[in-house]
């Protein structure tokens, strides 16, 4: 099995969009990417802006590549209601839209629907099924909160299986900050798991201490109890230039078990570019005339 980070935080864009391959199929996981409209004050700096429409341009390649596309939620950095003929002649596996749904994703979903509508693809609302595709078992979990608790509504998460290694993608537990989230992922011990991790850039005001708290000893959790032996820790977590400190007990964790833990950038073999996190400084090295394209 074959999985390609091609998007993520660690990469410099709002995103966790993944490339998944097996001998029978080939699965494009949230194609999507946008960035932060706000962050210290400041507008995306066009460094961030240029990195989007790469990994956009990166995204509408490997969908070409793909039977199948899997939307696990309708926030913006996981689906693009805006070109989506780029999903014509796809099988869509996408979050139902109506239930254990927030007024926001249900009205993205509605009109993502509609604009699905013009094209030539089949879809299936995905929530707790099962699908194979000759060797290859995909399995998606019921809907779990994203985050802490429903204010953000749901998201389901995405489980691969070819018969010789296995693959997990979290989407956006913000965590696993909770035992729903958990329980999808130890059942299933995947050898490689991908993870939305704790949302500590915005810890005390958006995110609470017992979230982490809890977070960090379900990874630990994770790594102890189940098969993984690679663990990506990115999305929400790596907005935080710190993250690595913040999550020492987990790399700590990760050295006793075998298990190795890094961002998606890390894992995909290239530097990691903490765009966000580094807006405000790509703003002074501007005024400075320091930044280059």
């Not at 399995?139 to 749901?154: N, T, Y």
């Not at 299986?161 to 696993?176: A, N, Q, R």
């Not at 609470?208 to 708290?213: L, P, Y």
């Not at 032996?229 to 078990?257: C, N, P, Q």
């Amino acid at each position: 099995m074959e999985v390609k980070p091609i998007a993520f935080d660690s990469m410099g864009v709002r995103s966790m969009a993944t490339f998944v391959k097996t001998k029978d199929v080939s699965i494009l996981i949230d194609p999507g990417v946008s960035l932060a409209p706000k962050r210290y004050r400041l507008p995306p700096h066009r460094i961030e802006l240029e990195r989007m429409n790469l990994k956009w341009g990166e995204i509408k390649a490997y969908l070409v590549e793909s039977d199948v596309a899997i939307i696990t939620h309708y926030h913006y950095d996981h689906h693009d209601p805006n070109e989506v003929e780029i999903f014509n002649g796809k099988k869509l596996l996408i979050k139902h839209p109506t239930e254990n749904i927030n007024r926001s994703q249900k009205g993205r979903a509605a009109y993502f629907l509609d604009q699905l509508s013009k094209t030539e693809v089949e879809i299936d609302y995905c929530d707790g099924n099962s699908y194979s595709f000759g060797n290859t078992d995909v399995e998606i979990s019921d809907p779990v909160f994203h985050g802490a608790d429903s204010r953000l509504g749901f998201v389901v998460e995405v489980f691969v299986d070819d018969g010789e290694s296995s693959f997990l993608f979290s989407s956006d537990v913000e965590g696993p900050n909770n035992e729903d989230q958990l329980t999808f992922m130890l059942e299933k011990s995947a050898e490689v798991v991908f993870i939305d991790g704790p949302m500590t850039y915005m810890l005390g005001y958006r995110y609470s201490q017992k979230a982490f708290e809890n977070s960090i000893e379900n990874l630990k959790k994770l790594i102890h109890e189940t098969d993984v032996k690679k663990l990506v820790l990115d999305h929400h977590l790596t907005r935080d230039l710190k993250w690595r400190e913040r999550m020492a007990d987990v790399f700590r964790s990760g050295e006793e078990a075998g298990v190795e833990v890094m961002s998606a950038a890390i894992f995909a073999g290239v530097g990691e570019e903490l765009l966000e996190a580094k807006r405000a400084e790509l703003y002074r090295q501007d005024r400075e005339g320091k930044t280059k394209n």
